[in-house]
């Protein structure tokens, strides 16, 4: 049943914009309860707004669909924060956190390096490891995520 719920509300996301993060089905709660997480596919924020607009449609295709025959509940949200930095706003937002750097070098070998955010330009990434300045050329980077500040 969950992999026929999951090809559901990921179609029925995308004729509305969004693309499906999670879906899960609680059937040990009475009713049972089917929540889907969603995130806009250009990668804007998703509002309260957005999970109420999508939490019709979605509702419907439940129905006609007839995967669930029972009474059920039907939550929509956001998943919420990713630990993953990837977009400028991301990076303005948690300047001074720290975070964790995968390095892949031209020999694909890889590093990881983990201080605290100082900036990211158009070409590299400066990174403050107990208060010496590495400078990552934006091409070595693979991922860029948030980390305990115990690591």
Same mark, same amino acid.
């Given at each position: 049943?969950?992999?026929?719920?999951?090809?559901?509300?990921? $179609?029925?996301a995308?004729?509305? &914009?969004?693309e499906?993060?999670a879906?899960q089905?609680?059937?040990?709660?009475?009713?049972?309860?089917?929540?889907?997480?969603i995130?806009?596919?250009?990668?804007g $924020?998703?509002?309260?707004?957005?999970?109420?607009?999508f939490?019709?449609p979605?509702?419907?295709?439940?129905?006609?669909?007839?995967?669930?025959?029972?009474?059920?509940?039907?939550?929509i949200?956001?998943?919420?924060?990713?630990?993953?930095?990837?977009?400028e706003?991301?990076f303005?937002?948690?300047?001074?956190?720290?975070v964790?750097v995968?390095i892949?070098?031209?020999?694909?070998?890889?590093?990881?390096?983990? &201080?605290?955010?100082?900036?990211?330009?158009? $070409?590299?990434?400066?990174?403050?490891?107990?208060?010496?300045?590495?400078?990552?050329?934006?091409?070595?980077?693979?991922?860029?995520?948030?980390?305990?500040p115990?690591g």
């Open positions: 049943m969950l992999p026929e719920l999951e090809i559901l509300a990921s $179609d029925t995308a004729e509305r &914009g969004y499906v993060c879906v089905l609680l059937t040990h709660h009475k009713p049972i309860t089917m929540q889907v997480q995130r806009q596919i250009g990668g $924020d998703v509002s309260l707004d957005d999970c109420a607009v939490s019709s979605m509702g419907e295709a439940i129905e006609v669909s007839q995967i669930i025959q029972e009474e059920y509940v039907l939550e949200s956001s998943p919420g924060i990713s630990d993953e930095l990837k977009n706003r991301d303005n937002t948690f300047k001074g956190f720290p964790e995968t892949e070098k031209k020999n694909k070998s890889k590093l990881q390096s983990t &201080g605290l955010l100082h900036e990211r330009s158009n $070409d590299h990434l400066l990174l403050n490891i107990k208060g010496r300045m590495k400078r990552i050329p934006l091409e070595e980077i693979r991922q860029v995520r948030l980390v305990s115990t």
